[in-house]
């Protein structure tokens, strides 16, 4: 028989001397005819589509819409009907906890989990009596802010706006210099035109109430320093004067990858 249906040979044939010889003896003459049924059947099994394993139909078009909230198939294990982790970084931009926070835990996790969170980067700040917003670096760390807001608004994949807010963080002490941003959005295909329309759009209200926002967001879960990490809404890490503190289940980058997993999967 042809080795691929050699798997369809369950029963080893029978000892010599067995009851069952004679009989197979006399079933001999319709064996040929026996054999070609069964490939004929197994041809028909294996041509025939099934209805539970065929092709499945073009989900493309009802993927594009949420690539960029959850990519399937970009980590293994991860089950597009899972709901997403809120995974939250609370900075100020020119802080360099905020900096390490970035470069030392949230970007290596989210290389690994990004099709698992649903991550958002919020600020830290103290409004003002006349709607504004004081910011503890100054009033160029508020501009900082807002850049990364426009950066997250116009650009809503954290592929692009934490690489650029990365970029920006790294070489806080000069933020928002033009050359600086200017450098950074041209490395993550970031339109500097849009990001600059963005934080002056009416006369600066718009990136102000943006930043209120999100200082409101940090100030309503109890936040106040920089850099704050909660993981599911709870206090997960805080990265504070050069050193990780209120860590109870570690400060490695694997460690927040195992938290994220195992709520991913509850």
Known sequence: MDEKYAKYKT????????PMRAHALRAGRFR??????????????YAKPSSALGPLPDMSPRLSNTLQVAMPGSAPGADTNAALVPLEAHIMSK??????????????????????VNFTLSFIGTPTENDGIDCMHGPEECLGNIMLLCAEDLYPDPKTYLGFSMCLMKDYQHIPQRNLIEDCALEHAIDFG?????????????????LRNSVRRSSDAGVTKSCTVRLDEEFYCVRDGGEWTDCPHGAEVNDLVLAIEKKYRA
Request: proline fraction near 10%; charged fraction near 25%; charge should be neutral.
């Open 194 to 210: 849009k990001l600059d329309k963005c934080a002056s759009k009416d006369d600066g209200a718009w990136g102000v109430e943006m």
């Open 95 to 116: 802080c360099p906890d905020a900096r390490d926070c970035l470069q030392k835990l949230i970007l290596p996790a989210m290389v690994r989990i990004v099709d698992k």
């Open 32 to 45: 040929p005819l026996l054999m070609l049924t069964l490939v004929v059947l197994c041809l028909y099994l």
């Open 11 to 18: 029963f080893p044939p029978p000892a010599a001397g067995s």
